[in-house]
């Protein structure tokens, strides 16, 4: 018997990944590692067997990775009291002294090379991987549509799409296609190792703003703006200041070209087309 082990299974990603790896092998060989038991409670009562570990806590990773052989990895958030580093290295540390085979790592489209304010988390963890001498897969994740929920939102509720990224281009696709890539690559359904530039085709924020036009059947201004004056509109509203720079710094990136990843690579994992943006956007709403 095969144990697969699912880091943050409780994040929506996470569900999204335990549901589709169901169907690809038995659950009772599933494991899901949540932070408590409170938030775990959900998976316990769909049968999955959870373990409780965190990723600041070294002894209890080790402890709940004992007899996996399948990781699935879903990187950490950033801006944590301990850093995401030191995070990504207790789970590889534990994964290396439990004795886990196989990693598949949520990482960051062309994160060893990338310029993004993200990226070099995402490279550190993939270096500690290889390092670790464990087989394995980076599942370089290009851009949740869901991110863009503030910008979509703000689209319908005021008339005004507003964006920072130029005509910076995006390899957007919903969280359930990127989820049921890593449920595919962890069960082995899809078997090849190494780097998978997981990216839909890449389109600009005014590409975006048409389909949602089009799911929506709304209109509303599509206001392109510099980074100050991107900034300043999101200043405006009262936003947390931690937040209004992150926004502004990743769309600033993103009209540098950070994102725009070609690569045939998330159509051959799905085997099946990304979902197309309009069709995912009308979920989304």
């Not at 534990?94 to 988390?121: E, H, M, R, W």
């Not at 500690?128 to 897969?137: F, N, R, T, Y």
């Not at 036009?213 to 004056?229: I, Y």
Request: charge should be negative.
């Amino acid at each position: 018997m095969t144990k697969y082990l699912l880091t943050g299974a409780t994040g929506k990603l996470g569900k999204h990944v335990l549901r589709y790896l169901a169907t690809y092998v038995p659950k009772n060989e599933i494991i899901a590692l949540a932070r408590d038991t409170a938030k775990a409670k959900e998976l316990a009562g769909e049968g999955f067997e959870v373990r409780i570990g965190d990723y600041t806590n070294l002894d209890a990773l080790k402890s709940a990775f004992q007899g996996v052989d399948r990781l699935l990895f879903i990187s950490s958030l950033p801006g944590g009291e301990i850093s995401r580093q030191q995070q990504h290295s207790n789970v590889v540390e534990a994964a290396k002294q439990a004795g886990v085979t196989f990693i598949a790592y949520t990482s960051l489209a062309n994160a060893a090379a990338s310029k993004c304010i993200i990226a070099p988390d995402h490279a550190y963890t993939e270096q500690l991987i290889l390092d670790s001498g464990i087989a394995h897969v980076f599942l370089r994740n290009n851009w949740y549509l869901e991110n863009e929920k503030f910008v979509l939102d703000g689209a319908l509720k005021t008339g005004t799409f507003a964006y920072g990224a130029g005509d910076g281009r995006v390899g957007w696709a919903p969280q359930r296609d990127y989820a049921e890539a890593a449920a595919r690559v962890l069960s082995n359904v899809y078997d090849k190792k190494g780097i998978l530039e997981l990216s839909a085709p890449p389109a600009t924020y005014g590409e975006l703003a048409a389909a949602l036009r089009a799911a929506s059947g709304k209109e509303f201004e599509v206001a392109s703006l510099s980074a100050d004056e991107y900034q300043a509109l999101l200043t405006k509203e009262n936003l947390p200041e931690g937040f209004v720079n992150y926004q502004t710094a990743i769309h600033n990136d993103i009209k540098n070209g950070v994102l725009d990843v070609q690569s045939n690579d998330f159509a051959e994992v799905l085997g099946r087309p990304v979902t197309p943006l309009a069709e995912a956007l009308k979920e989304l709403l």
